[in-house]
């Protein structure tokens, strides 16, 4: 069985360095269209997040399923699988085969209420044949090899919660439910070597400067009741508060649509930013329960302890926003952080115009840039009362960190 490097690799062959004598080769003369890749990606992000799982959980299930739907891609004809040790069939049908694929490994991982009626109805819109035939086993064969792969990723983990001694910089659960996607400390990633491969440094000390200034920052633009937040940052910080992974989902979609990408690009990209995405959300919550850094809810109510001269302590302060699992460093910059740099590394530009819409305020925003995008996801969060500007920083940091180890160590 290939390794998921070996699949990375094709991804970065495809986007920067194969030549078109190679490449005529290597993939059918034709490429058909994305709309087998496009339809169930969205199909998968549906299902994955009707289960009710949290974004971080989420978007790792997201990395499997489109390393299924890349490896179906590829052994259609389009390059080297990631994984899948299956023979390649060029005869096959692309949609029953991506379907059957995602299928088969939705079933398995994240199974959805209406997931057997979905591929029911779309196989029966795909015509009969010896085609359809051949593409319905060659994705089962490519869901199993995928399957063996992932047995016994610690995903199914029960993990029990075990509060470390409450006391200054110490994080303490903020809602009655169990911490969220704390099985991720437990999971195997999809490519790093280890979950703690790039472990950030660490939150500031609760005696620096910086530290203060991060915590009056946070007091003042972030509170519930702010009477400095404006009514267009207070949209921003509710505009993000959209399940990630399903906004990213959509996002994705609408840009590989209005690139116009074929089967195998379509498929490249997507598994290229869900995996990158998905390892640099394990490596992150590694990291978040590793340090277990208080949230700016308790460090503003509570800074009478924090032995920092700088700070103020505000015991009836409120952030806008909550969320049950540490500060550090922020899961949302690891996700973004992650999925910007795989797309940069693949459009090989920043300056890529994204379109994003958040179904939570009905409001759609384009941005001119990659970076433009990171930026407004740091400000949101830190308008929302939710995290420190040095837990967004490292949290951008480590997600770039981790795209851009899947992408240059294979070029």
Known sequence: MKTLSALLATCLLGVAGLSPDVAASAAPAKEPSAAPVLDWSRIATQSIVAGGRPPASSEVLMGVVHVAIADTVA???YGRTFVADVRPDQRASAASAVATATYDVLKARAPGASL??????????????KAKARGIALGRAVAAAVLAWRAGDGFGNQVTYVQRPPGPGVWEQTAPTPPVDLVLTQVRPLTLRSRAQFRPHGPDPLSSKRYARDVAEVAEVGRKDSTTRTAVQTESAMFWTEHAAQQWSRTL????????????????????????????LIACWEAKYRYR????????????????PRTTADPAWQPLLAANHPDYPSGHACFTGAATTALRSY????????????QVTSTTRTYSSLTAVRHDVQEARIFSGLHFRH?????????????????????
């Not at 074929?262 to 490249?268: D, K, N, Q, T």
């Not at 850094?293 to 920092?308: E, K, L, M, S």
Request: proline share 4%.
């Open 75 to 77: 052994a259609l004809g």
């Open 116 to 129: 057997e009626t979905t591929y029911a109805d779309y196989l029966a819109g795909v015509p009969d044949g």
């Open 253 to 280: 979609l609408r840009l590989a649509s209005e690139r116009e990408l074929s089967l195998p690009e379509a498929a490249r990209m997507l598994a290229l930013v869900h995996v990158s995405a998905g390892d640099a």
């Open 293 to 308: 850094f208080w949230r700016p809810v308790h460090a503003i109510q509570r800074a009478d302890t924090d032995g920092n």
């Open 347 to 358: 459009f090989r530009t920043d300056r890529l115009p994204v379109t994003i819409d958040s």
């Open 391 to 411: 837990a967004m920083e490292d949290g951008e940091h480590l997600g770039a960190t981790v795209a851009e180890w899947a992408t240059q160590r294979l070029r």
